[in-house]
Nanobody
């Protein structure tokens, strides 16, 4: 079993920056691919970014490419999402997720194994 706890959400101005963190416990962290997803009010949850267990491979949604960066520190069992130049349309609850398969984190063809409870990010214009 894996527990995921997000932190770092809050209110940020458009064009500013914010860093989300997700701390994991309960399983060897480096064996898990990690991802960030988000859900805005009235919308379905959507993929934001993914990173392999080693950190060598990353994937991004087109909407955040060039602005957001996913990274991980396996010594700290933590994955990060650096949000630069956020826009009001980035406002959402952001969720951290984990799965043994990087491909599944990216395409979600089956339910991901582990999810955090989410952290609210609000971007003001």
């Amino acid at each position: 079993q894996v527990q995921l706890l997000e932190s770092g959400g809050g209110l940020v101005q458009a064009g500013g920056s914010l860093r989300l963190s997700c701390a994991a416990s309960g399983r060897t962290f480096s064996t898990l691919a990690m991802g960030w997803f988000r859900q805005a009010p009235g919308k379905e949850r959507e993929f934001v970014a993914a990173i392999s267990g080693t950190g060598l491979s990353t994937y991004y949604a087109d909407s955040v490419k060039g602005r957001f960066t996913i990274s991980r520190d396996n010594a700290k069992n933590t994955v990060y999402l650096q949000m630069n130049s956020p826009k009001p349309e980035d406002t959402a609850v952001y969720y951290c997720a984990a799965d043994p398969s990087l491909a599944n984190v990216v395409d979600q063809k089956r339910n991901l194994d582990y999810w955090g409870q989410g952290t609210q990010v609000t971007v003001s214009s």
